[in-house]
């Protein structure tokens, strides 16, 4: 089980070459606006106000980078989908998380969040195929599960599952998980599969010259 003992906030990176330096494997946070990426993060590493949350969507604009335990990076991706943003503004978002996604090798995992009350909007649909696309192992995560009935989730957990049943068995989808931060479900699995995922796959050491 991983336990994070350190969680702090590296930096906000709005172009490619503000990348940090220290290339370490990370863990992606997907999801539209207000979906809950940045609760989740905070959830996982037990901190209230590590990475900004609000009711107003749109507020996460940067690829924001934690370092968790010096070892790794929690990576909060800008939501999408927010109908507010100007145009030219989406184009570039499109650009930046492609341009991110393609880097291939530092990412472990991505977490893709969809609200568990939902279907999956275009643009998470358009978010899954890139990941398959760049061969990117993701979850998908259910958030807001306390929202939802028991009995309805488990059905919404159940046709989740025979929708991206292909992505499941044959794509790069490792699981659905439905997940809270009102009663913290889903939490012990997300961490179980981060460690999986951060073991799997270890960083190819530079050969020494
Ligand atoms: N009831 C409930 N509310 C949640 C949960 N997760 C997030 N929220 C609420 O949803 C709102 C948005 O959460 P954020 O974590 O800021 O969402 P985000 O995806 O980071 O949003 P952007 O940064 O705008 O992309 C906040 O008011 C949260 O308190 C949950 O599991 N249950
Ligand atoms: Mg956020």
């Avoid at 993701?138 to 957990?157: C, E, G, N, R, W």
């Avoid at 012990?188 to 460690?195: F, K």
Wanted: charged share 25%; hydrophobic share 35%; glycine share 6%.
């Amino acid at each position: 089980m991983l336990k994070i003992s350190s969680a702090e906030f590296l930096q906000g990176v709005a172009d490619l070459r503000q990348l940090p330096k220290n290339t370490l494997r990370e863990i992606l946070f997907i999801g539209r606006s207000n979906v809950g990426k940045s609760s989740l993060l905070n959830k996982l590493c037990n901190k209230k106000n590590l990475a900004r949350t609000s009711a107003t969507p749109g507020k996460t604009r940067e690829i924001n980078y934690y370092i968790i335990n010096n070892q790794f990076y929690f990576v909060d991706l800008p939501g999408y989908g927010y109908a507010k943003v100007p145009e030219q503004m989406r184009a570039g978002w499109k650009r930046l998380i492609e341009d991110f996604l393609k880097r291939g090798e530092p990412i472990s995992l991505a977490m893709q969040l969809i609200d568990s009350r939902q279907e999956p909007t275009p643009l998470d649909l358009m978010m899954m195929d890139w990941l398959e696309y760049y061969e990117v192992p993701y979850i998908l995560v259910l958030t807001k599960a306390d929202k939802m009935p028991f009995s309805k989730l488990s059905k919404q957990l159940e046709a989740y599952r025979e929708r991206f049943q292909e992505q499941l068995t044959e794509g790069c989808c490792h699981g659905i998980v439905p997940f809270s931060i009102v009663n913290g479900d889903g939490r012990q699995e997300l961490l179980r599969i981060t460690d999986d995922h951060l073991k799997s796959s270890p960083m190819k050491k530079k050969e020494a010259v």
